[in-house]
């Protein structure tokens, strides 16, 4: 297929695939139909949360989408927004900088099941890739204070940080700015 005949990312393509897959399936047209209307319902979650237009959002997902939609769209890869700590980038951006100035690696996060405070800093001096500093307690790595916690974002329970919306319209579960209270469990 040329470039040029591709439908354009968005509604555009979504729907596409889901018809694609209605005339090749028909026997489980209800299926794949039932995954589009949940595709679109969740970016229209998305739209009215974040004040977008619900293509900018689809625009977005289907961008980023190189595999099977019916795969792609599911509560894991576009969770729900309800009931969540939901910020976008350049909301949390400004909060950062209001918090602690321009300069990121000094920003102050805090781990919600231990209370370590740390920074993009702690973890460039030790080495390490500095984006750990809001998704895994520093104490990993044997730095901070605790020394047994073993506290990540990408565990099973995502509780205890907050979402900020990336410009692909994904959420990314991070520590919260230390200088807030959100504690879950206490020191
Ligand atoms: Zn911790």
Known sequence: MNKCDEPKKGYESLSAS???WAEREPG??????????????????????????REKVLEAW????????????????????EGKN?????EWEAE??????????EWKFRCPACGN??????FKDAG?????CYINCASRYGLGGRKDCKWTTGGLLNIGGRYVIDKKFVPRLI?????KENMIYGV
Request: charged letters at 35%; zero cysteines.
């Open 62 to 81: 289907e961008s980023d989408r190189d595999y099977w939609y019916v795969n792609y769209y599911q509560e894991s890869n576009q969770p729900s927004l």
């Open 28 to 53: 489980r047209a209800q299926e794949w139909k039932k995954k589009f209307d949940w595709a679109l319902e969740r970016a229209q979650q998305y739209a009215d949360r974040l004040g977008v237009d």
């Open 86 to 90: 939901v910020v976008t980038l350049a």
């Open 175 to 179: 520590f919260e700015f230390a200088d």
């Open 18 to 20: 889901y018809r694609y």
């Open 96 to 105: 950062g900088e209001r918090l602690y100035g321009k300069e990121r690696l």
């Open 117 to 122: 405070v740390q920074t993009a800093r702690m």
């Open 128 to 132: 390490k890739d500095p984006h750990l």
